[in-house]
């Protein structure tokens, strides 16, 4: 792609870790020196987004079969919405198909190493949170 936005969900959320900002901050952190990305924080449906700002694709990852039932049905829903909006889904190296951010929080919370799983400014910010030394 040409350009790509990554975009942050602006959504209160028990299960997420870190505020919607927070967020916004360490994914441009990240990708800092890709100069086509993006990070934008957005609220509501993800296709009205992407209308607004000229996005035509939007890619998804899938770990397992049953991350593909779920994504379908978005896939399917986003469609009816906004039928100019499609999506493409990617699937990760076998290595890491077991990963979820549930379960990289859990490890972490439990005093394991999830440097193979994050970049190094999500890991401090991980141990900060946990107020342990990264």
């Known amino acids: 792609f040409e350009d790509v936005v990554l975009a942050v969900a602006q ?26 990305v993006t990070v934008e924080l957005f609220d509501g449906l ?9 996005i035509h694709v939007l890619v998804r990852g899938i770990r397992a079969y049953s991350d593909f039932e779920y994504e379908f049905q978005l896939a ?13 889904f990617l699937t990760p190296d076998e290595d890491y198909g077991f990963i979820s951010s549930t379960l990289v929080k859990e490890v972490a919370r439990l005093g394991g190493d999830v440097s193979n799983f994050v970049s190094q400014r999500v890991q401090q910010a991980i141990a900060h949170r946990y107020g342990e030394e990264a």
């Not at 959504?11 to 086509?36: K, L």
């Not at 993800?46 to 000229?54: M, W």
């Not at 829903?77 to 499609?86: K, Q, W």
């Open 11 to 36: 959504r209160p959320s028990n299960n997420t870790m870190f505020s919607a900002d927070q967020r916004v901050e360490m994914a441009r952190e990240v990708v800092r020196n890709y100069r086509n």
């Open 46 to 54: 993800l296709v009205s987004f992407a209308e607004k700002r000229g």
């Open 76 to 88: 399917s829903m986003n469609r009816h919405l906004a039928p100019d909006v499609e999506t493409m």
